[in-house]
């Protein structure tokens, strides 16, 4: 069982205490309620003798010397359009080499390099592994200089797209490989 530490008192007295304070809080807004009234009818009478003063005040001054009316002009500005006559007396010369068709460009295929060995054996082994992963890989023989290295090469393909999108599989798969653009060959007819 809770124990009851508050002083204990009787209900008597708690409701005798009620009752008081409450007769005070009533005396007290009645008393409140009249000295609001008092000070709003002090505050009008104080704030209309201020404005009837500030009225006489400006009223006193001569309004003829704050008001000053300017003649209307009813002239009109004379405005001149030299527009036709320099249309008339001008010409303009057009550049032809604007409208010229551009130049034919090659088109391109793109390779993506993903690596380039010394050993032959390591870039057949990475072609490999890039054929199971679906790509379409082949090993390319390079010299450079005296040395011969061994590219492995995604690709061709026909459009930029394509081989970005390719690039980023392979990214995916941690390779960084490089984009190569490069001319087609045109065919050769027999004839």
């Known amino acids: 069982m809770q124990k009851d530490f508050s002083p204990k008192a009787s209900t008597r007295t708690i409701g005798k205490d ?55 002009i009813s002239t009109k500005p004379n405005v001149v359009f030299t527009f036709p006559t320099k249309l008339s007396t001008s010409s303009v010369k057009a550049n032809p080499s604007a409208y010229d068709a551009p130049d034919q460009v090659a088109p391109l295929e793109y390779d993506l390099q993903v690596a380039s060995f010394a050993n032959a054996k390591r870039a057949e082994e990475l072609r490999a592994n890039l054929i199971l992963e679906s790509f379409q890989a082949s090993t390319l023989v390079a010299e450079v200089g005296a040395k011969i290295s061994y590219r492995v090469i995604v690709g061709p393909f026909k459009r930029k797209v394509e081989a970005e999108r390719k690039r980023t599989a392979l990214r995916a798969l941690s390779y960084e490989p490089i984009l190569i653009p490069k001319p087609i060959k045109p065919e050769k007819t027999q004839g």
């Open 18 to 72: 009620v009752k008081k304070t409450k007769r005070k809080h009533e005396t007290n807004s009645a008393k409140n309620r009249s000295s609001f009234a008092t000070g709003l009818f002090i505050g009008l009478i104080v704030g209309g003798t201020t404005v009837a003063l500030y009225m006489e005040i400006l009223g006193s001054e001569s309004t003829a010397d704050m008001v000053t009316e300017h003649p209307k």
